[in-house]
């Protein structure tokens, strides 16, 4: 039964899209005056009054010319449809009876210039800092994604499994005069396969949901192809996506026509030898042309579960993450397709979708109309239908788009059985849904929607939008632009540094003379160090000669040795042997930690106390126990000649001399070392504070990387002296200050023999242990007078055993404080006198010469001085696309708020408007529906 308007007056159906056949039985309706029966007619759900059927320009109707019906099957009279009026912009007034919503008005007015503006967006790349409102098309495998992408792009897209759903695709699809068809390349993620090693489904995770692909740190889109003949999109697009699955590969390979392999290699061959199966990353086509709707989705790889091999288990978990990431997206349109030749209860994607609470954002689309079993129990999709079961908040629409026809046959074809109902095969019990059947319904559906959804995010995105702009500009802020006179600013910077580093090397000799004072402390204190008591010196016990002074400070000083050592004592000297201030073994310990007759306290008040400082710490502990007076002795033996009694051979003095002086070379290494890590912080700042205003530019790292060559260069120069230097004083000994000689030797000799005398009378019992009284701090008067008292005690202990022993020790002390000093000057005189004059002279010179700025140079040296580093410049020029891609977004949204906006072919711009209630409902109001479309 035909339906009526609310003022009982028949209603003739109109649908987005017309149907020629019935459109021409219109016209002859009209121009005979006559009126079709409700009874030749299967009206469906919305209706429109029929006075309101048409609009006449200047009394003529706007039908299109009459066609050939499809058959004798199709009614006489179905419906009757309208154009708008080219001259006017806005749709028709409706008739206050209706119920058009005044939102949807607003929406009408404004649809296709918010689609229009979204797309721009979308094209401009902005959704992967501003998230934009989207359409996703998720399913499972096999579920006619591909034929519902397809119509919704009005484009023969490849529908065979393989390759063509490995990947998401990116279509944006838009009006314009000429059609073009422009392929990108989307790359957020790069491949990286574990080397011999198979991938398991532990391996996918949620921290790693794309495992092998791993994110990159930035978005890269490279552009692929572009096409202007339809015929050659199918070919360009598989080798697009055989191109993303082969990450390792330069994409130019794939390119159809140009690229060697897609030369040598048919599709079929590529796709199945690619080095990953599946691909988060993203296949991008901009399709443009006329008719064409202004929409953008993406079709993601259908859902599985049991792959054909089970070394691919883990994909199932890949494609389901990716499936889920796009879901996720809160401002994503989910349109999930389940075909009707299944049970409704097997799609794994419904239940996904109302998993991540995505239910109220998501459209059904039933696909696979024609292949419903027929006589079979379709109450379950009916119930779908009818919002009872499977409930979505968009709710659904079904499509019929059968393998092997062309994009106009499956338009007459889902005209036929949808509206015509001239399938037989197509139950009459789904003809009450005919307003939610067919891709054409779907698309408008889909356009009103994401251009309502656009409309309530526009706020947001444009403040989204406006703060990422502002970071941009901030960031450019920090990367100024060239100067423009770049011989001026490098030539400033370099006389400035040429200024700068002289009064930074001078201020720096000044001041370093703590360093050579350190090693010359050093180079003293690491003098040999002999152990001059012997076990000899005790007529009982055997007392350790080890030049370890450790071990024979505590052979020696034992309590229960020196009860034995010395005749019995008295209490009160036991009681004074044995208290700390007095005690031998502290006593023993610091003559063999410093051997010059000095008593040193305790070790840990000895480290305490000790002379040498930073950076020289390391070498405290070297002369230590150099050698035991016995040893000496033993030496004097194997190098005195047969027949030459009481003859001490000169090659003990070279040897004993040249062995003492063999660990100068690692202080004075390290002297070297300090001096230029001053240095070098002294110039590296004095070059920092020059160049200040050029620390981005090629120049100032050239600089950085000649400046450290050229200390490095004077640094192994002073080495090869200091070297020299410490050949020459190993070599021999050599000396003809001999004066200076003398005095330090007879300086050392009576230190010597003072300590050795003191130690016999102790061991001998004859005096109590304690501290030798400094030769240096004693007056005249206590000189003699100590003189005196060790030659009336020589009486009494008898002449020295190890005499010799000592005179040579005294020579080796008193050369190696000779040779020592001169050692330290010459060492200083290599760094100070040579090293740092020749620096400060040489420094300006080679950066000029190292620059290439000596002889006149071109422009273009300095031109190519004052670019920046690479990635500066790269950075530069990536947030220069940015900030205009970003302005050029936020133009297109003022554009939109202000109302001007242009039309994408110049014509008339006319938008999609649906009425009669909630547009997420299944079924639309009955009583009135007008669709209009641009001509």
Known sequence: MPHATRNGQPAIKTEPG?????????STARSNGSQASSADYDVASATMRADQSFYHRGGRSDAPTPSERLGDCEPLLREMRMRPNQAVD????????????????????????????????????????????????????????????SGLANLDLPRSEGTCTRCPLHIRVSRNSDWSCRVSLSKEYSYRPPHNQSISEKDVTDEDPFFPWRKLQSLQIVEFKTVHDKTEIEDVLRWAQVAILNDDKPHELFVPGSGAIARQTSINQAAEATSAKFSPNVVFLEIKGPELPNLSFYDMPGIFQNPADARD?????????????YIKRESAIIMCSMPMNSDAENSCTFGLARKLGASTRTIGVLTKADLLPEGGNHSQWLEIMKGKSHHTGLGYFITSRPQGKDLDQLKQWEEAIFEAFTVDQWPEAFHQFSDRCGVEKLKAFLSQKLGEQFIKSLPHIEHKVKVHLDKINR???????????VELEIRKSLLKFTEVARIRLDEFVKHLNPLPDRFKTCILEIKPKFILKDKSDHPVFEISDDSDTESAATNVNTPSKRRNMAPPATPSKRQRANTPASNGGSFVKREEADSNGTLPPAPQRQQNKTKIQPPFEQFVAVGRGFRTLSQVREEILQKTRAGMPDHIPEDVYQSLVLQSMKPWKEPMLVFLKETMTRLSSELRQALNESFDALKKRIVFDESKTHL?????????????????????????LLTFNGEAFKQYRQEDHLLLTRFRHKVRMETKGLVPPQPLAEWDRMTEAKRREDTKRREEEMVKIGPDQFEREVEVVSYVRGYYRLAALRFVDSIAQCIICRMIPSIKDEVSFYLDRQLGLMASPDASVYERLMEEDPRIASRRESLKMEKVKFERALASIDALNTGVIESGDGGDAASVIFAGGDVGDSQMDDTATIAEESI
């Open 18 to 26: 017309q149907h020629s056949s019935a459109a021409a039985v219109a």
């Open 90 to 149: 806005s749709p028709p007034a409706l008739d206050e009876s209706s119920n058009f919503h005044t939102s949807f008005q607003d929406i009408g007015k404004k649809l296709k210039a918010c689609n229009d503006t979204l797309g721009e967006l979308q094209g401009l790349g902005v959704s992967h800092d501003v998230p934009l409102p989207e359409l996703v098309l998720v399913g499972d495998q096999s579920a006619g994604k591909s034929s519902v992408m």
């Open 313 to 325: 288990d883990y994909l199932v978990n890949v494609v389901r993450n990716l499936s889920m990431a």
């Open 475 to 485: 960031n450019l802020s920090a990367l100024p632009e060239l100067p423009n006179n």
């Open 708 to 732: 450290r060559s050229f200390l490095e260069a004077h640094h192994d120069r002073a080495k090869r002296d200091m070297l020299q230097v410490y050949s020459d004083e190993t070599r021999q």
